[in-house]
Nanobody, 125 residues
Framework: QVQLVESGGGLVQAGGSLRLSCAAS????????MGWFRQAPGKEREFVAA????????YYADSVKGRFATSRDNAKNTGYLRMNSLKPEDTAIYYC??????????????????WGQGTQVTVSS
């Protein structure tokens, strides 16, 4: 079984930056496409970013494109989400996920099999 643990969340002012980390154990990192999702109070969980097994391909929601960047270091069993130019509407709990499938990265939460506990990101105005 794969376990994922997010870290790096916190409180920042609008325009600031954070880097989230997702540490994996119990599996081989390179075997799994990874996704990042977020959920704000009263909102549905939404797709943020995804990255292929090798890290060659990345995908972003329109709302974060150009501001966020996802990467991975398979040797460290860790994925990352760098968030720049943060806005108050980015405030949410951020989750990382891994997909146990022959398919690649997806944009829907039901396509992922393993989830972290989440880390809170709060952006003040």
């Amino acid at each position: 079984q794969v376990q994922l643990v997010e870290s790096g969340g916190g409180l920042v002012q609008a325009g600031g930056s954070l880097r989230l980390s997702c540490a994996a154990s119990g599996g081989t990192m390179s075997a799994y496409p990874m996704g990042w999702f977020r959920q704000a109070p009263g909102k549905e969980r939404e797709f943020v970013a995804a990255i292929s097994r090798s890290g060659v391909s990345t995908y972003y929601a329109d709302s974060v494109k150009g501001r966020f960047a996802t990467s991975r270091d398979n040797a460290k069993n860790t994925g990352y989400l760098r968030m720049n130019s943060l806005k108050p509407e980015d405030t949410a709990i951020y989750y990382c996920a891994a997909r146990n499938s022959v398919l690649g990265a997806g944009t829907q939460d039901d396509e992922y099999d393993y989830w972290g506990q989440g880390t809170q990101v709060t952006v003040s105005s």
